[in-house]
């Protein structure tokens, strides 16, 4: 009898302790977006988003450029990294067992573990040492390798999810290896591989490291991929640790856009995952 | 055009284990051969040698010949691809493909082959849609997903799809198992159906499916084929003891 009152005490104080680990999180992403609101509003308005920077002490002025910047670079490396990742997904899908799956799938799986501030060091060294310029070209290389194994990771699991018995089916219908892949299975895991790629997006949207190392900043409109260009991170990480007021409320200003843009990916992936498992 | 399925001392292995032990049968044209056994004799992997299912999994082997029509499927002048476009396959779960409508379920295999064009696309899907007896159900709704279908109607939508491709086989791996009885029964009566113009080769573990819709009927037992014959004398007086076994549940 007392053995029982004992591991039922337990239970109940384990699942107390498990609801306030989950509270815990809630509340830290709750005070983070409480604060970045409230101090960020203020200077969010529609020539914030739209105008440049102007000098400390000059009034007015925006993240235009670095809200420019980070869409391109953003765009740039999932325009590079979506088409490789997912074709290496299919290539996983399709050879699960194979020596160079297990090696593929291990290098992907170190390559999300390396610092960004790695990758971002290696791609200075390659191509911005080497072109002589920082460009947001050299940028959107650094991020589409953040976003390769966010991409690849989910792509194959999203690709393993089309039940064999339908593989099966399109295969005893007379469809080739590749009708099947392009007609049955990626068109059943599009939801789930377009979810993959809204994730790496709003990773690689909040990367500072990489951007830094590779496109550096500029003031001005992006006019080449070949030149040093803004973005979100970098410009919150100058602004913030600058000694002026109205550069730090600026900070403040592009880091809630920023979490604006990265809370809206993150709920909208949810919401489609959601869709697709009903549907499932 | 409908074409006999001959099997000749064939022999079938998953890695070093032997699941098809020297096994020789006839599947006329325009008849039903049912194989029956216990889980497990090798039936089901003898119905996926016939279009050559098996080259997908690594590791397999077999001996033997096996022939649909005049030609034998082992050949190297036969592609796979093109055999399994020729002999059509209904597995125990339907499985229609879920992201596509009733109607483009049907078109698939039109399209893959490219074996009609425009209009003639509708009208080749109205068609086997009646054939696989489901079009007066799904008329009205023909670009709802197939995957909303009752599991009965999926069978005979992967039926349809099947029939698009002009098979001249159809290979059924218990295509009633996870049916009802109604559904059942539907498949049964299509089954009696198509057998006026394809041979269809059926495992069941279903005696009485077995000898309701089967002209011949061949029992597996552990990958050897221990009696094969017409569907009456089989079930009505078996020549073998196992067999008589098998039939009065004293086996599997």
């Keep these: 009898m007392k053995n029982i009152q004992k591991r039922k005490a337990l239970g109940a104080l384990f699942e107390v302790l498990c609801v306030l680990a989950a509270g815990v999180a809630i509340m830290v992403l709750a005070l983070i977006l409480y604060y970045v609101f409230r101090r960020g509003v203020a200077v969010v308005n529609f020539s914030f988003l739209t105008s440049l920077p102007t000098p400390v002490g000059v009034a007015g002025g925006g993240i235009g450029n670095a809200l420019i910047g980070s869409l391109l670079m953003v765009g740039l490396g999932a325009l590079i990294a979506v088409p490789v990742c997912i074709a290496g997904a299919i290539y996983l899908d399709q050879n699960p067992a194979s020596k160079l799956a297990a090696y593929a799938r291990f290098a992907t799986r170190v390559l999300s573990g390396i610092p960004s501030m790695v990758v971002g060091l290696f791609v200075f060294s390659q191509l911005v040492l080497r072109t002589g310029h920082y460009s947001a070209l050299a940028g959107g290389v650094a991020l589409s390798i ?17 039940p064999s018995s339908q593989r099966e089916a399109s295969m005893a219908l007379g469809a080739t290896k590749q009708q099947t ?52 991170p970098v410009l919150i990480y100058h602004y913030a640790t600058s000694p002026f007021a109205d550069w730090q409320a600026h900070a403040w200003g592009a880091a809630l856009v ?10 909208t992936a949810q919401v489609l995952l959601g869709l697709i498992n009903r549907r499932r | 055009m409908a074409q006999g399925v001959n099997i000749e001392n064939f022999s079938f292995w998953y890695g070093p284990t032997q699941v098809v032990k020297n096994i020789s049968l006839s599947a006329p044209e325009r008849q039903v051969t049912a194989l029956i056994g216990p889980s497990g004799c090798g039936k089901t992997t003898l119905l996926r040698s016939i279009n050559r299912m098996h080259d997908l999994t690594t590791g397999t082997r077999s001996e033997g010949r096996i022939t649909v029509g005049e030609e034998d499927i082992f050949s190297a002048a036969v592609d796979p691809v093109d055999l399994r476009r020729r002999v059509g396959m209904i597995f125990q779960t339907p499985s229609p493909f879920p992201h596509l409508s009733v109607y483009e379920n049907v078109a698939a295999g039109l399209r893959l082959h490219g074996l009609a064009r425009g209009k003639e696309i509708a009208e080749r899907v109205e068609a086997c849609l009646c054939k696989a007896a489901l079009w007066e159900e799904v008329k009205e709704h023909l670009h709802r997903p197939g995957a909303l279908l009752s599991g009965g109607q999926q069978q005979r939508l992967c039926i349809a799809r099947a029939l698009a491709v002009e098979p001249e086989v ?55 084929m221990v009696e094969v014959g017409i569907t009456k004398e089989i079930f009505l007086a078996p020549q073998d003891p196992r067999t008589e076994a098998y039939l009065t549940w004293k086996i599997g």
């Design chain 1, 146 to 162: 953040v976003m390769a194994p966010v991409i690849t990771l989910s792509a194959e699991e999203m690709l393993r999810l089309v």
């Design chain 2, 170 to 224: 159809f290979l059924m791996d218990e295509p009633c198992a996870s049916l009802d009885p109604v559904g059942t029964m539907r498949i049964e009566e299509l089954i009696g159906e198509l057998k006026h113009d394809y041979t269809v080769l059926i495992v069941t573990h279903n005696m009485h499916q077995a000898s309701r819709i089967s002209d011949q009927t061949a029992f597996l037992l552990n990958g050897e």
């Design chain 1, 181 to 232: 892949v392009f007609r049955l299975i990626l068109p059943g895991a599009a939801g789930g591989l377009i979810v993959g790629v809204m994730l790496a997006v709003a990773l690689a949207a909040g990367q500072t490291a990489p951007v830094l190392l590779t496109a550096l900043t500029s003031r001005f409109w992006l006019t080449s991929l070949a030149q040093p260009t803004a973005s979100l």
């Design chain 1, 258 to 267: 920023l979490v604006a843009v990265i809370l809206v990916l993150n709920v």
